[in-house]
């Protein structure tokens, strides 16, 4: 069981976005994690400043995923607590803005392996295909990363072009009206809520 929500800010000044940049931050020294999502270590200055630049992309959109059991076990259990990953879209296509990218990191050890992967794609899809407007999707993970590689193609993606030199594959998918209503019935248990002030937006 899990929740998704979107954080309003991710300004250093504020509670909500420091605690965010600070859990990414030690997130990222896992040489594991470095590896699943090709990425580098940063600094912590340099984690804010990414951070800021997501906040203000008009072309990416992302959302945080909490672990809900955990959310609802105390009524006092915080948000950083319960945080598991962040689920993100990116719209840079300017030839086809009908076609994003997602990209999904599960970075909290104890909540791999529970579908929390799964299901924040087919939220974050759902978004896309009935927010969005989106009727592609495209995934590109590192060739080792074949747990993630599984989990895409069990959502109808398909495997479209290999990158040897960023040894890394491209998955996709084409939201056609069966694709839509499988879609929508996946996610018919969604319930969407704004986030205003430390309430929670749940999906």
Known sequence: MFDLRLRPSTDPGDRMGSWIVLLYHEWMKSEELQRLTASEPLTLEQEYSMQQSWLEDADKCTF?????????AQPSTTEESCMAGDVNLFLTNVGDPSLGEIE???????????????????????????????????????QGNEPSIRMFQKLHFEQVA????????????????????????????VEEKCYRDGSSESH
């Open 162 to 189: 290999v990158s040897s030199v960023f040894q890394e594959v491209t998955l996709r998918l084409t939201v056609n009206e069966h694709e839509r209503q499988w879609l929508l019935e996946q996610t018919s248990h």
């Open 104 to 142: 999904v990191m599960i970075a909290e050890p104890s909540c791999r392996g529970k579908g929390f992967g799964t299901e924040s794609v087919l939220m974050m899809m759902s978004y896309g295909v009935t927010k969005l407007g989106l009727t592609k999707f495209e995934a590109k993970i590192g």
């Open 64 to 72: 945080i995923v909490l672990d809900a059991e955990k959310w609802q």
